[in-house]
């Protein structure tokens, strides 16, 4: 990663020394065998009453609460729904809900807890790619399985990590499309300082690159920021066609309201964000996001039985004043394909979970999508919406079928080296 502010980078040695500790930690606590050395079995999972333990690992509180609360919001959601149609192999899921903090660190040691002392059989969660970097060794060690709901910025498999958000191919390279198409080929990049915007930027100037296109300009701010006047007079200053926001958390709610203060208009120049779905545009006004352009796999207004089914089951639970996003569909989907891949292996071993998942399908609300089992990844349709004042985003362009998951992007000659 690139080195960023002085205090993202004690931040991020902090990270690195507690995520050392933390395995360390994991490695003191792990099985024995006879002769007393560390084991390298998998971490137990307890199935041994009538219920299955899963873990949910979200940020409750801190600058990401913002967004990742509903994304626990959904996770319960369809564990309740599973439940009442009889559980997964004759058990009923029972949820271990922990509080990532916003803190990569609490990720590592929350996620520890999860799979040594309560014994998951799987966990949902995560948000940003600095804490699921975080807890990537936790799982791989223990061989527990991670179901990753976020969009992300590719270049990473994992044999214990399912990833049910997009890949590059998937958001950000067919944002990038849609923008070329509409004329919009002078961009300036405007990003959250850690691993998922530098690592989408530098894709994203390789396309710029290969396509005619010109990054004007990069910024970025540590997550949390809320000081963001020079970067919009900076952006103003550019004359830019449109810029790319990989802003996460709550830092957004500050861009966007600079943003209109700098007279920037999303007619004059639009603003096309991966990481603000419905809950984010509440969150931070739709007076502020009208007519700006968002990239994802899924809207509370995607068409198809499926999505009303979800959403309207959404709001019994929890509001009918509460939208639903890509990351809660995407999580909500996670745990109905996991319940999938356990039935089919007839198992909740995590090796025979994994050898299951090659072609499972799932009718989600977003439209069906499809497991891809040597990558881990999963078949999407990739959507570009429109954010409307009411706060909705409607869906100005789509992929027209599921788009096969490419991580490391080798379909693309201008990607060559990025890996």
Request: proline share 5%; net charge neutral.
């Amino acid at each position: 990663m690139s080195s960023g502010s002085p205090i993202l980078r004690r931040r991020f040695l902090a990270a690195g020394a507690a995520l050392t500790a933390v395995v360390a930690l994991s490695a003191c606590g792990a099985k024995t065998d006879a002769a007393g050395s560390s084991s390298d079995r998998a971490a137990k999972i307890d199935v041994s009453g009538d219920s299955v333990k899963v873990g949910l690992l979200n940020s409750l509180s801190g600058t990401m609460a913002i967004s990742e609360v509903t994304v626990r919001n959904s996770l319960l959601l369809a564990v309740g729904e599973i439940n009442a149609s009889g559980g997964v192999l004759g058990k009923k899921i029972e949820p271990i809900s922990e509080d990532g903090a916003s803190d990569w660190p609490t990720f590592a040691e929350k996620a520890t807890k999860l799979i040594k002392e309560d014994q998951v059989a799987a966990t949902f969660g995560c948000w940003t790619s600095a804490s699921r970097k975080a807890v990537k060794p936790v799982f791989e060690k223990n061989k527990s399985l991670l179901f990753y709901p976020v969009q992300y910025e590719g270049l990473e498999e994992s044999p214990y990590i399912f990833y049910t958000g997009a890949t590059t191919n998937q958001q950000i390279v067919p944002a990038l499309d849609y923008l070329k198409s509409q004329g919009r080929k002078k961009i300036y990049l405007v990003g959250s300082d850690y691993v998922f915007p530098r690592t989408a930027n530098k894709e994203i100037k390789a396309y710029a690159k290969a396509n005619g296109m010109t990054v004007l300009g990069e910024d970025y701010a540590p997550l949390g920021s809320t000081e963001f006047s020079t970067i919009a007079n900076k952006v103003k200053a550019s004359k830019a066609d449109a810029v790319f926001n990989t802003l996460n958390g709550d830092s957004n709610v500050a861009f966007f309201k600079e943003y209109k203060s700098a007279g920037l208009t999303a007619k004059s120049m639009p603003v096309v964000s991966v990481s603000i779905a419905e809950e984010e545009v509440k969150s931070i006004g739709p007076q502020y996001l009208a007519g700006q352009l968002t990239a994802w796999n899924y809207y509370q207004t995607t068409p198809g039985a499926a999505n009303e089914k979800f959403v309207k089951a959404y709001k019994a639970k929890y509001g009918e004043d509460k939208p639903t996003s890509d990351p809660m569909e995407a999580a909500y989907t996670s745990v109905y394909l996991w319940k999938a891949m356990v039935e089919k292996a007839k198992s909740f071993d995590p090796e025979k979970v994994k050898a299951a998942s090659d072609g499972i399908t799932f009718d989600a609300p977003e439209g069906k999508v499809t497991v891809d089992g040597a990558s881990q990844h999963i078949h999407k349709t990739a959507r570009i919406g429109k954010i409307g004042t009411d706060g909705l985003i409607t869906e100005v362009w789509n992929s027209g079928e599921p788009v096969k998951p490419d991580p490391f992007l080798k379909g693309y000659s201008w990607a060559s080296g990025l890996s």
